[in-house]
């Protein structure tokens, strides 16, 4: 009765966009696909809408071949990052738009358009038209179209991408309370964004997928605590993970003219070079630390971000407080050992400090 | 003179909206097609089938005209009705074509998938969606079809003796040794006016043309 994909490949060019992609989607979940631009979510969700046949692989839902059934027959709803609406029609006939082509009864009709309008806030916009509404509220037509639809799978791609900061923010929170009340058990929701933040607010089954091929799958903390490669630590952190070439000797952990103490978590790894990653929060303005010269000092809202320079290693500092800072200024840092990472040559986790990650 | 000038009147409007209407719906189609699909043929692709529909109007049409001459007198549709306008849709559709191509490569193909995800099969997410947000672009065509229909002077001329005569061709005859001014310029005005009046009718729908509310 779960969405399922087996071994899915798609690659209309030299390039793949979707690579050996295999899942299992069960009914009532969240799912989010996490992933950079041009990493194949938008192929991923099409393929799984049908505006997309792929080159091999087998596509199932409630035990019907996907594959061999039209996308207009498929009873799936999408919404997309660019705000698609039917310009032609208000809003209230854009909502009832899919309705009406199931041929579905007016009172129906009318109490499922009532119920979604009433879901994402635009009761009383009935008859506006679509280019006299705001960025934010196109989307929100757009996703009370998908919602009024109960299609059994939902599709968001990048919702919130091209929104101003405020909206996106508002809308993130709403979008939690309407997947978690708005939606029926038997509705699959695949939710596709570039941004941790998001992955980790929304809190449900992530997928990493980078240059089409699974990364890693799991429930959002387990992606948070052990990112299984070197690559899902940059995609699932924002600012990416740094990234530090280093050695372990004994109790001594160096880089770069840097010692540090090695944490207890790294008791049992053989001495030899690892990369080291650290998050950006985790870097504190210590005057004990280690001399760093400022390249860059972005403040945004409550957080300075410092982009700090020493030899041929940058890092990124998260400070959570706003500072000047000036370019060139020299600035004493220190890293917080107990909350390091340790990749090895194959760019594989061996060490993390929730645990060891092993398979 | 005048009932005369008037059945010139009425054939020449009949020619030019037959010929506008019919290339206006096969060259929507057409440029449809070749807009949101792919073709291959060798090493054709879509836009050398659509270079060759505009290839058609390249050449100078003096041209074209013996080919026709001799292609109406063969199926004996010369200086008839039906010949003529057979041979406008060969005029006219290159530029329904061209410009409408241009036009739905400017419609977000998300629409169409929008549509088709909301349960329209192909050919209705063509009717039902993309045609009603396209007008403005049907309308420039089919502006550039009537106005090129109805100012032809030379098809007219070559492929028309005596049963059919368009209005342009009616106009030039008038002039002869002793020229009555007046009917010239009275049948000048009225083979201007209907430009004029359809130029004012349309410019309204020209400046509104916009997809904003499809895609910000």
């Given at each position: 009765m779960n969405l399922i994909g087996e071994n899915i490949t798609y690659k209309?060019?030299?390039?793949?966009?979707?690579?050996d992609v295999s899942f299992n989607f069960k009914k009532g979940n969240l799912y989010t696909i996490l992933g950079r631009?041009?990493?194949?979510k938008t192929t991923f969700l099409k393929t799984i809408a049908g505006l997309l046949n792929p080159d091999s692989g087998n596509l199932s839902f409630e035990d019907n071949d996907?594959?061999?059934?039209p996308v207009w027959e498929r009873n799936v709803a999408m919404v997309y990052q660019?705000?698609?609406?039917?310009?032609?029609?208000?809003v209230y006939e854009n909502i009832i738009f899919p309705l009406k082509q199931r041929k579905i009864s007016e009172d129906q009709i009318k109490k499922d358009v009532e119920e979604s309008l009433k879901t994402v806030g635009l009761?009383?916009?009935?008859?506006?038209?679509?280019?006299?509404?705001?960025g934010g509220q196109q989307q929100r037509v757009a996703l009370a179209r998908s919602l009024a639809k109960k299609a059994k799978i939902l599709l968001l791609d990048?919702?919130?991408?091209?929104?101003?900061y405020k909206l996106r923010e508002q809308l993130r929170e709403e979008f939690k309370r309407i997947f978690t009340q708005g939606l029926s058990e038997d509705t699959i929701l695949i939710y596709s964004t570039t941004d941790p933040q998001e992955v980790m607010e929304l809190n449900g089954e992530v997928i990493v997928l980078d240059e089409g091929k699974v990364l890693q799958k799991g429930p959002a903390k387990e992606i948070f605590e052990n990112p299984r490669t070197l690559k899902v630590a940059e995609i699932s952190n924002d600012p990416p993970m740094n990234i530090l070439k280093g050695t372990k000797s004994s109790e001594k952990l160096s880089f770069e003219n840097i010692l540090i103490n090695s944490p207890?978590?790294?008791?049992?790894l053989s001495d030899q070079s690892y990369n080291f990653g650290i998050r950006a929060s985790e870097i504190k303005l210590d005057n004990q630390g280690e001399e760093f010269e400022i390249e860059l000092a972005e403040i945004s809202g409550s957080e300075t971000l410092l982009h700090l320079k020493k030899g041929d290693s940058k890092v990124i500092a998260l400070i959570e407080e706003v500072m000047n800072f000036k370019i060139h200024e020299k600035v004493k840092i220190k890293f917080n050992e107990n909350k390091l990472y340790a990749f090895n040559k194959n760019e594989?986790?061996?060490?993390?400090p929730y645990g060891v990650y092993n398979g | 003179m005048g009932w005369i000038l008037l059945s010139h009147i009425l054939t020449a409007f009949f020619v030019t909206c037959t010929a506008s209407l019919i290339s206006i719906v096969l060259g929507t189609l057409a440029a449809y097609a070749l807009s949101r699909f792919t073709f291959k043929a060798g090493f054709v692709r879509n836009n050398d089938i659509t270079f060759f529909f505009i290839s058609q109007r390249i050449m100078p049409p003096i041209v074209l005209s013996i080919p026709f001459f001799i292609f109406l007198s063969t199926i004996g549709l010369l200086d008839s009705l039906i010949g003529l306008v057979v041979v406008y849709i060969v005029l006219l559709m290159p530029i329904a074509v061209w410009i409408m191509v241009d036009f739905f490569n400017r419609v977000p193909k998300e629409l169409d998938e929008t549509a088709l995800i909301d349960g329209c099969n192909p050919y209705q997410a063509f009717y039902k969606v993309v045609l009603p947000n396209s007008i403005p672009g049907l309308i420039v065509a089919g502006m550039f079809c009537i106005i090129f229909g109805w100012i032809d002077f030379f098809f007219a001329f070559i492929l028309t003796f005596t049963e059919v005569q368009l209005l342009p061709v009616k106009v030039v005859a008038l002039?002869?040794?002793?020229?009555?001014w007046w009917s010239l310029s009275a049948s000048a005005l009225i083979s201007v006016a209907p430009l004029i009046i359809v130029a004012f009718v349309v410019e309204r729908y020209l400046s509104k043309g916009n997809l904003s509310g499809a895609l910000k």
């Open positions: 209309p060019d030299d390039q793949f966009h979707l690579n631009t041009l990493s194949g996907f594959i061999k059934i660019q705000f698609i609406n039917y310009p032609h029609l208000n009761v009383g916009f009935e008859n506006r038209k679509i280019q006299e509404l705001s990048e919702p919130l991408v091209n929104l101003d207890s978590h790294f008791k049992n594989e986790l061996v060490s993390s | 002039n002869s040794s002793i020229t009555p």
